[in-house]
């Protein structure tokens, strides 16, 4: 019977909070990352129980139903927690009650038992209501189960940390009296599961629901105590206490390497002339590091192109080198810009405009890739440069720094940070060193690798 009573602690808790299926499970999908600590968000958890008229009692009710309900609403509180209560709906499927030719047996529930004699005649009242619920013992032993078949039907749904989460159930155990609950008889439950969006899992859940005092007739306040009394009908519980939702969202910090291609020829101190209005240049980043994905991001990064300044079809000594270009023949001069007018990829539009290009690619074509098993869109936010001596080291290692939202199917779940640092370069009279060799007059730049300090970071929330 102690077992029994348990039981039926723990299944009024779970029937009691509408929270309790905001879950981490052992086989959630949800890395356990590297790098930054988890975005953890606890919600007290406060609300009410309903059990179906008239009530749970030791003797149960009688019914013509095959299914009853009970309803709870359960409020989460705290920064990030939403201020919408959850209620749920848990059917609870009631039992015939054991007869001969419609006689109960003096061991059925009291419910069953039930009967009025006039003239000498018994008529008992599982004749119009044969089937009984929402008696201690059946609520003992199948009230998890409901509640789970419940979750199951239909997951619950909330807002944590500005994320519209589903709640999936995963599993659930008792809180036995002198638990987490309290030394003072109350009862409970711990569950967990997973936390989605749109389907995605993105976060593990623990809930603890602590049922801290009861109503009804000859109710006492203390719920697991009244479960014992013959004479009590509980009509509904209170969940408070040490009760509170935990969302563990699994931040992730992946390191970054990969390459930038440079509009052939490259990139160089006069620049090269084309008769294209832009050209563009081509990168590949992979992030590795546990729960990040090893698939390569492609970056397309087109430039407009510059028109060579002139004066009837001359250029002027002050323009980039390449504007020079020319040939002699026969003692007339024919400049290159007559059939390629634009000049690109000089170090000074690098320079100038490099940020600013990337800024619209990725405004035109947001960044994808995988983090903690999820696939998310990157957001472009905000770009700036990194120069020598900051985040990318003192080796006159250059980048830039991107930051932005993380979306899943259009609803943001987060922030990121890329930091990306070119640590050398290649091409025609590099030196390896790319900041220095953009000084160069002589070298022509064809490619960089990005390595080094370089990462992608992203923080749920």
Same mark, same amino acid.
Request: one cysteine or more; a neutral charge; proline letters at 6%.
């Given at each position: 019977?102690?077992?029994?009573?348990?039981?039926?602690?723990?299944?009024?808790?779970?029937?009691?909070?509408?929270?309790?299926?905001?879950?981490?499970?052992?086989?959630?999908?949800?890395?356990?990352?590297?790098?930054?600590?988890?975005?953890?968000?606890?919600?007290?958890?406060?609300?009410?129980?309903?059990?179906?008229?008239?009530?749970?009692?030791?003797?149960?009710?009688?019914?013509?139903? /095959? +299914? *009853?309900?009970?309803?709870?609403? =359960? @409020?989460?509180? !705290?920064?990030?927690?939403?201020? %919408? &209560?959850? $209620?749920?709906?848990?059917?609870?499927?009631?039992?015939?009650?054991?007869?001969?030719?419609?006689?109960?047996?003096?061991?059925?529930?009291?419910?069953?038992?039930?009967?009025?004699?006039?003239?000498?005649?018994?008529?008992?009242?599982?004749?119009?209501?044969?089937?009984?619920?929402?008696?201690?013992?059946?609520?003992?032993?199948?009230?998890?189960?409901?509640?789970?078949?419940?979750?199951?039907?239909?997951?619950?749904? /909330? +807002? *944590?940390?500005?994320?519209?989460? =589903? @709640?999936?159930? !995963?599993?659930?155990?008792?809180? %036995? &009296?002198? $638990?987490?609950?309290?030394?003072?008889?109350?009862?409970?439950?711990?569950?967990?599961?997973?936390?989605?969006?749109?389907?995605?899992?993105?976060?593990?859940?623990?809930?603890?629901?602590?049922?801290?005092?009861?109503?009804?007739?000859?109710?006492?306040?203390?719920?697991?105590?009244?479960?014992?009394?013959?004479?009590?009908?509980?009509?509904?519980?209170?969940?408070?206490?040490?009760?509170?939702?935990?969302?563990?969202?699994?931040?992730?910090?992946?390191?970054?390497?990969?390459?930038?291609?440079?509009?052939?020829?490259?990139?160089?101190?006069? $620049?090269?002339?084309?008769?294209?209005?832009?050209?563009?240049?081509?990168?590949?980043?992979?992030?590795?590091?546990?729960?990040?994905?090893?698939?390569?991001?492609?970056?397309?990064?087109?430039?407009?192109?510059?028109?060579?300044?002139?004066?009837?079809?001359?250029?002027?000594?002050?323009?980039?080198?390449?504007?020079?270009?020319?040939?002699?023949?026969?003692?007339?001069?024919?400049?290159?810009?007559?059939?390629?007018?634009?000049?690109?990829?000089?170090?000074?539009?690098?320079?100038?405009?490099?940020?600013?290009?990337?800024?619209?690619?990725?405004?035109?074509?947001?960044?994808?890739?995988?983090?903690?098993?999820?696939?998310?869109?990157?957001?472009?936010?905000?770009?700036?440069?990194?120069?020598?001596?900051?985040?990318?080291?003192?080796?006159?290692?250059?980048?830039?720094?991107?930051?932005?939202?993380?979306?899943?199917?259009?609803?943001?779940?987060?922030?990121?940070?890329?930091?990306?640092?070119?640590?050398?370069?290649?091409?025609?009279?590099?030196?390896?060193?790319?900041?220095?060799?953009?000084?160069?007059?002589?070298?022509?730049?064809?490619?960089?690798?990005?390595?080094?300090?370089?990462?992608?970071?992203?923080?749920?929330?």
């Amino acid at each position: 019977m102690f077992r029994k009573l348990l039981m039926a602690g723990a299944s009024v808790a779970l029937a009691a909070t509408g929270l309790a299926a905001v879950g981490a499970v052992a086989s959630s999908g949800v890395a356990a990352a590297t790098g930054p600590a988890p975005t953890v968000v606890t919600c007290a958890s406060s609300g009410t129980v309903t059990f179906a008229s008239p009530g749970l009692s030791f003797g149960g009710a009688l019914t013509a139903n /095959t +299914t *009853v309900k009970s309803a709870a609403s =359960v @409020l989460g509180t !705290g920064t990030g927690c939403s201020a %919408t &209560p959850i $209620g749920i709906s848990i059917p609870s499927a009631t039992t015939a009650c054991p007869q001969t030719a419609g006689v109960p047996t003096p061991t059925d529930p009291s419910a069953c038992l039930a009967s009025k004699t006039k003239s000498g005649i018994t008529t008992y009242a599982i004749a119009a209501k044969p089937n009984y619920y929402n008696t201690t013992a059946s609520y003992a032993t199948a009230g998890v189960a409901n509640l789970a078949a419940a979750l199951a039907a239909k997951p619950l749904k /909330t +807002t *944590v940390d500005n994320i519209p989460l =589903v @709640l999936m159930y !995963g599993a659930a155990s008792q809180i %036995t &009296p002198g $638990g987490v609950c309290g030394a003072n008889d109350d009862v409970g439950f711990y569950l967990t599961g997973n936390a989605t969006v749109k389907g995605l899992t993105v976060a593990t859940y623990t809930d603890t629901t602590c049922l801290v005092s009861d109503t009804g007739t000859g109710t006492t306040g203390d719920f697991f105590a009244d479960l014992t009394s013959p004479s009590t009908i509980i009509t509904g519980a209170t969940i408070g206490g040490a009760s509170n939702l935990t969302v563990t969202f699994p931040n992730s910090s992946c390191s970054a390497a990969g390459t930038v291609t440079f509009a052939s020829p490259g990139l160089s101190f006069g $620049g090269a002339l084309t008769a294209n209005t832009s050209v563009k240049t081509a990168a590949s980043v992979v992030a590795t590091g546990a729960g990040c994905s090893a698939t390569p991001i492609g970056v397309s990064i087109p430039s407009t192109t510059t028109a060579c300044p002139q004066t009837a079809g001359v250029p002027t000594p002050t323009d980039p080198s390449a504007c020079l270009a020319s040939k002699t023949k026969s003692g007339i001069t024919t400049y290159a810009i007559a059939a390629k007018p634009n000049y690109y990829d000089t170090t000074a539009s690098y320079a100038t405009s490099g940020v600013a290009d990337l800024a619209a690619a990725l405004l035109a074509k947001p960044l994808k890739t995988t983090i903690d098993n999820v696939p998310m869109v990157l957001n472009y936010g905000a770009a700036s440069q990194i120069t020598p001596g900051g985040v990318c080291g003192a080796n006159d290692q250059v980048g830039f720094y991107l930051t932005g939202n993380a979306t899943i199917k259009g609803l943001t779940i987060g922030t990121y940070t890329q930091t990306t640092c070119l640590v050398s370069d290649t091409g025609t009279g590099t030196t390896g060193d790319f900041f220095a060799d953009l000084t160069s007059p002589s070298t022509i730049i064809t490619g960089a690798v990005i390595g080094g300090a370089s990462n992608l970071t992203l923080t749920f929330g």
